[in-house]
């Protein structure tokens, strides 16, 4: 079968030593489904790295004129090589480990939006440092208050409509390389007056671009791994259940009455719900990293299905 996995951002830690250990780990609990013959699509997210990264320019520029305010288009292809270097060399370390003849190729991935997406007019992701509201004026920025904990620069989140490397992609699983893709939901890009391609301000769902990659490559299982073993309603209710499979339309009926979390849970959950309207026969599944072989056999997590 072949499989989309998402990894989250934050599973993969705050700093390059941290991070790494993260991919590692990552490879060594994602290896199993690669031993059992399935072709393997990996995304993954970034937001602590690209607002690293963005923080690193514009504090830098402060310090040193010769510091240059990097634009958020190419940090976010700097976190995507970045995060793909450390994820790439660990599954092939594991791969090696294992005598499996196979490649990791690593694609930076441009993911293109509609200008005119109203994301662009109400912004809503927070990336980067915390500010006073006195600091974050000066910047000339979009901003907003991050959960009392200061102000930060926020960025529009329009929907992913097309992935530019989707053949490039797709050649090489068929070719047998595992792919790591669409690091941070892809940078994001729009067609300017004259048709040509440009990096935009914005970030892209990471789970989103997911579910649009596993539609077009024709994967058979979009895996969106979490920091939770499975979906559940009644969150922190003392009639909690977790969900184990379940049908498209019983989630539709859930999303509909608001038992996902608006920044956390709901993405993944209209991700899978996307996936499954282009994809009749696949199967969604959300659980976290240490459930994922499990998942796919049927014994843990959430696994939903037209």
């Known amino acids: 079968m072949r499989i989309v996995i998402a990894l989250g951002g934050n599973a993969l830690g705050n700093d390059p030593i941290t991070q790494k250990k993260n991919a590692e780990l990552t490879a060594k609990n994602i290896i199993p489904i690669i031993k059992d013959g399935h072709e393997v699509i990996i995304t993954h997210g970034n937001g602590p790295q690209v607002g690293l990264i963005n923080l690193a320019f514009s504090e830098g520029g402060k310090i040193n004129d010769k510091v240059y305010n990097m634009p958020f288009p190419e940090c976010g292809a700097m976190s995507e090589g970045y995060i793909g270097y450390h994820l790439k060399e660990s599954f092939q370390n594991e791969l090696n480990k294992e005598n499996i003849d196979k490649s990791v190729s690593t694609i930076i991935t441009t993911v293109l939006v509609d200008k005119k997406d109203d994301a662009f007019n109400h912004p809503t992701k927070p990336i980067g440092s915390f500010y006073s509201l006195d600091e974050i004026k000066k910047m000339n920025v979009d901003y907003m208050e991050d959960s009392g904990r200061g102000y930060r620069r926020v960025f529009a989140s329009p929907n992913p409509v097309k992935i530019l490397e989707e053949k490039e992609i797709d050649t090489l699983v068929n070719k047998g390389f595992i ?128």
């Open 179 to 306: 792919v790591i893709c669409a690091g941070g939901g892809g940078i994001p890009v729009v067609l300017n007056d004259n048709n040509m391609i440009e990096g935009i301000d914005a970030v892209i769902d990471k789970d989103y671009a997911s579910s649009l990659l596993a539609s077009s490559i024709g994967a058979d299982i979009l895996l969106i791994l979490t920091a939770v073993e499975s979906v559940k309603i009644n969150y922190k209710k003392e009639n909690e259940i977790s969900l184990g499979k379940v049908k498209k339309c019983v989630i539709e009926e859930y999303l509909k009455n608001n038992e996902f979390g608006e920044g956390s849970m709901k993405p993944k959950v209209i991700a899978s719900l996307r996936f499954l309207e282009k994809s009749k026969d696949a199967k969604a599944i959300i659980t976290d990293i240490e459930s994922a072989y499990d998942a796919l056999n049927g014994l843990k997590g959430t696994i939903m299905e037209n």
